[in-house]
């Protein structure tokens, strides 16, 4: 039986540096390609990370018959096309966040890979923390009772650049992709998802949200309150609120090292877990073993989560008179 998974890289922008450097940290997992629109960008990441093959379009790496999983890190509206293109090839993937632009397009993906038996997932590294995994498992033996609510906060203050893909409409720029994203899965996470979605917030002139203020609403009266932005920063803090208690996940909860667990009546308990690496592995170390096992998807980040998510994110985008869609 094989213990290696060998790896492409689809796209070598920004976020694959930093994640690329984590493989060191998952035994078996080797990064042997990597593929870009232009042959120069990827001769240059393969030289900096050491990887074998270098590809000069994405067709060529989806072909490569030495890659089992591909990571896929191209700007949002790129995903939809390569992903197919990569399922038809038989290919595992790791899609990064946000999985497509569209709900209908990551609907198309999903459909696809389960009808392949490959194992797709998306790279919601939040949720493979080792903080978080505590979170979740406090929660599930009653620490704070029910949960009831949930609050976070995601934002950056980013200078107005028509130039720059985070305010490109066709690049599927705006803080709700990019950022909210990140609110919205973890609030999922925990409430499941949300009968209603109540969006405001403003754009900026290429038609892409700035900020949006995000109220999701479940029938049984549970709430989250959410808040994404690119005009200012915020903390990055989040709080989930139940009956008998509350867990403070302190800055920036997306990937944390400490929460702080309020039990009724007793005082604060601080538990810090830091992530191993710069904190990909964890989501790498998944796909790593779920491919090896014959998985076809994450327990942790199911591919139901995944379109639940996408479809609070293009609900809100539409309230705000914001539209994507796939390249």
Known sequence: MTTTTRWGIVGPGRIA??????FVQVPGAEVTAVGSRSLDRAQGFAARHGIGTAHGSYADLVADPDVDVLYLATPHPQHHAVALDAIAAGKHLLVEKSFTATVAGAQEVVDAARAAGVFVMEAMWTRFQPAVVRLRELVADGAIGEVRSVQADLGVAREYDPADRLFAQELGGGALLDLGVYVVSFAQM????????????????????????????????????????????????????????????????????????????AEPEEITLPASGTGYSHELAE?????????????????????????????????????????
């Open 17 to 22: 540096e930093n994640v690329v450097r984590d």
């Open 190 to 265: 925990l409430l499941g998802d949300p009968d209603t979605v109540t969006a405001t917030g403003s754009t900026f002139p290429t038609g892409v949200d700035a900020e949006a203020a995000l109220l999701l609403g479940y029938a049984d009266g549970r709430a989250a309150t959410l808040l994404t932005s690119l005009r200012n920063a915020l903390p990055g803090q989040a709080r989930v609120f139940g009956t008998q208690g509350w867990v403070d996940v302190l800055p920036r909860f997306h990937h944390p090292a400490t929460i702080v667990l309020h039990r009724a009546g």
């Open 287 to 327: 796909v790593h073993e779920g491919v090896l096992a014959g998985r076809t998807e994450s327990a942790v980040m199911p591919l139901a989560d995944t379109l639940a998510v996408m479809r609070v994110l293009e609900e809100a985008a539409r309230q705000l008179g914001v539209e994507f869609t796939e390249a």
